[in-house]
């Protein structure tokens, strides 16, 4: 099964950006979607982004022009690019393929 690592996060002012990475124990990206989907405790999880095999994209609506996702093949990662982040944004933030997760990443946003 492969593993999955997210990186990236931290604590940033609202309006600042982050650069979210997703490492794969192997070359399961180049065939298969990513996602980026995040947490609150106390909240379900909910979807951000998806990359597909093709490299589509799709985004949800409350992040659409804020955040980009993207992959390098190459080096088995996908990037959640974070822009004009709000303390909405707080959460902590997991990427999936093929049914498994990463441990996550927390983001805060916070002045």
């Known amino acids: 099964q492969v593993q999955l690592v997210e990186s990236g996060g931290g604590l940033v002012k609202p309006g600042g950006s982050l650069r979210l990475s997703c490492a794969a124990s192997?070359?399961?990206?180049?065939?298969?979607?990513v996602a980026w989907h995040r947490q609150v405790p106390g909240k379900q999880r909910e979807y951000v982004a998806i990359i597909g095999s093709g490299g589509n994209t799709d985004y949800a609506g409350f992040v659409k022009g804020r955040f980009t996702i993207s992959r390098d093949i190459a080096k088995n990662t996908v990037y959640l690019q974070m822009d004009s982040l709000k303390a909405d944004d707080t959460a902590v933030y997991y990427c999936?393929?093929?049914?498994?997760w990463g441990p996550g990443t927390q983001v805060t946003v916070s002045s």
């Open positions: 999936g393929c093929q049914g498994s």
């Open positions: 192997s070359g399961i990206f180049r065939n298969n979607a």
